[in-house]
């Protein structure tokens, strides 16, 4: 089965700075989702990888997807408090339509 | 409204006691998910359905029924609930090859 790795599991950023999430597979990634939940809420979508290469931008969030297919980072630029949550990347193993998702990172920003 | 609605958002029951989850969704998405979070593992799949009537086993299926007699409706039923299941349950939906979709949860005690 697909596992995904997320690095750091946790970060405390000051505001205004920024940071670097990464999720990392076992095997190629058929599309990769990226989702940020806040506390007692559900997962909300940001953004769908799935091209080797591509990169998407969404206000100050970045996805990246690297060429080979198995590792993608988060990047959110000046962070703000209300980056702060958990981020979860998901992934699809193969055709398949359900989800597997890495652990999490947990996001908080100090003011 | 359209959306994806999960209820009750809150449940507590007792151990061997029969509880039903219930979710709705109203974007006649094809597919439906049911995850369970926990601290530690993450979500993890517990069943999923392709169109009504097809359902399918997820990575942790035991101790848990679902049905899906409508498209609009997936319910997880625990047939008797046990403190292992204690946890945050999340119900999603999507179209084929699409973003999953997410409700906001039922958090579950069993004591």
């Known amino acids: 089965s697909q596992e995904l790795e997320q690095s750091p599991q946790s970060l405390i950023v000051q505001e205004g700075k920024n940071l670097t999430i990464n999720c990392t597979s076992s095997?190629?990634?058929?599309?990769l989702y990226w989702y940020k939940q806040k506390y007692g809420e559900g997962l909300i979508f940001l953004m769908m990888?799935?091209?080797?290469?591509e990169e998407k931008s969404h206000e100050k969030i970045t996805a990246k997807l690297d060429e080979k297919k198995q590792q993608s980072s988060l990047h959110i630029t000046a962070s703000q408090p209300s980056h702060a949550g958990i981020y979860l990347c998901?992934?699809?193993?193969?055709?398949?339509?359900?989800?597997?998702f890495g652990t999490g990172t947990r996001l908080q920003v100090t003011l | 409204d359209a959306g994806i609605t999960q209820s009750p958002r809150y449940k507590i029951t007792e151990t061997g006691r029969q509880v039903t989850l219930m979710c709705h969704q109203t974007?006649?998405?094809?597919?439906m998910f049911w995850y369970r979070q926990d601290l530690g593992h993450g979500l993890r799949l517990i069943y999923y359905?392709?169109?009504?009537?097809?359902?399918d086993k997820g990575e942790v299926p035991d101790g848990y029924v679902v049905s899906r007699s409508k498209t609009e409706n997936f319910p997880l039923t625990l047939e008797s609930a046990t403190r292992s299941q204690t946890s945050v349950y999340f119900c999603?939906?999507?179209?084929?090859?699409?973003?999953?979709?997410f409700g906001n949860g039922t958090r579950l005690t069993v004591t």
């Open positions: 999603a939906s999507s179209a084929a090859g699409s973003p999953l979709h």
């Open positions: 095997k190629t990634l058929y599309g």
């Open positions: 990888l799935q091209k080797g290469g």
């Open positions: 998901g992934a699809r193993p193969g055709t398949a339509s359900k989800l597997t």
């Open positions: 974007w006649s998405h094809s597919y």
């Open positions: 359905s392709a169109a009504a009537d097809i359902t």
